[in-house]
Nanobody
């Protein structure tokens, strides 16, 4: 089992920045590719981005590419999501997830999930 705990969410004005963290425990963190997803009220959960086991490879959804950056520190068992130039449409609960399958873009390919952290962007 892998336990994931997100933190760092909050309220920010449009154009601002936030950094989310995802702390992992349980199994060897570097054995898992990681992903960020988000779910806005009344909408389905959607892919935000993913990072490979080593951190050398990342991939982002078109809606966040160029504004969001995913990184990881395997020594600290932690993944990060740096969010810049935030927009009101980025308002959502953000979830981190782990997969043993390598970098993946779909929800069903992830094995473990955190409880989520709320990000609210005011206009």
């Amino acid at each position: 089992q892998v336990q994931l705990v997100e933190s760092g969410g909050g309220l920010v004005q449009a154009g601002g920045s936030l950094r989310l963290s995802c702390a992992a425990s349980g199994r060897t963190f570097s054995d898992y590719a990681m992903g960020w997803f988000r779910q806005a009220p009344g909408k389905e959960r959607e892919f935000v981005g993913t990072i490979s086991r080593s951190g050398a490879y990342t991939y982002y959804a078109d809606s966040v590419r160029g504004r969001f950056t995913i990184s990881r520190d395997n020594a600290k068992n932690t993944m990060y999501l740096q969010m810049n130039s935030l927009k009101p449409e980025d308002t959502a609960v953000y979830y981190c997830a782990a997969t043993s399958m390598g970098t993946r873009l779909t929800i069903r390919e992830y094995d473990y999930w955190g409880q989520g952290t709320q990000v609210t962007v005011s206009s």
